[in-house]
C-alpha cells in the first residue's frame, strides 16, 4: 500500500524552529515531485514548498522563502522541510504530497498522494 506519513508537529513559540519528515512507504520517493502544503482553520490550502525528482531543485512560496528549507534523503526514502522563525501565520496542518513527475506543481489537485498532515501551533 502507497502510504505518506508526516511526522515532526508540536507547538513552538514565535521564532522557533520545527522539523517536519515525510516518510514514504511502498513507493521510491525519489521518482516522484514532493510538495509541502498547508491549511489554516478556515483557509484554503495552499503551497509552501516542492522540490523536483529530476533535480532536486526547490521552490518556495514567497511568505516562506529563506524561512523553510525543503530537502530530501532518498536512502532514507523521506523528504523534510525545515521550518525556521517560525510566527503564528505560519501555524497550519501540514501535508506533503506525491506525484510521479519531474518537475513542480503548485496545484493540490495534481498530486496522488497524500499524508494525514501534522499540526504546528506557532504560539506564545
Known amino acids: 500500500q502507497l502510504q505518506l506519513v508526516e511526522s515532526g508537529g508540536g507547538l513552538v513559540q514565535p521564532g522557533g524552529s520545527l522539523r517536519l519528515s515525510c516518510a514514504a512507504s511502498g513507493f521510491t520517493l525519489r521518482y516522484y515531485t514532493i510538495g509541502w502544503f498547508r491549511q489554516a482553520p478556515g483557509k484554503e490550502r495552499e503551497g509552501v514548498s516542492c522540490i523536483n525528482s529530476s533535480d532536486g531543485r526547490a521552490y518556495y512560496a514567497d511568505s516562506v522563502k529563506g524561512r523553510f528549507t525543503i530537502s530530501r534523503d532518498n536512502a532514507e526514502n523521506t523528504v523534510y522541510l525545515q521550518l525556521n522563525s517560525l510566527n503564528p501565520e505560519d501555524t497550519a496542518v501540514y501535508y506533503c504530497?506525491?506525484?510521479?513527475?519531474?518537475?513542480?506543481?503548485?496545484?493540490?489537485?495534481?498530486?496522488?498522494?497524500w499524508g494525514q498532515g501534522t499540526q504546528v501551533t506557532v504560539s506564545s
Open positions: 504530497a506525491a506525484v510521479r513527475i519531474s518537475l513542480c506543481v503548485s496545484v493540490a489537485i495534481q498530486y496522488d498522494y
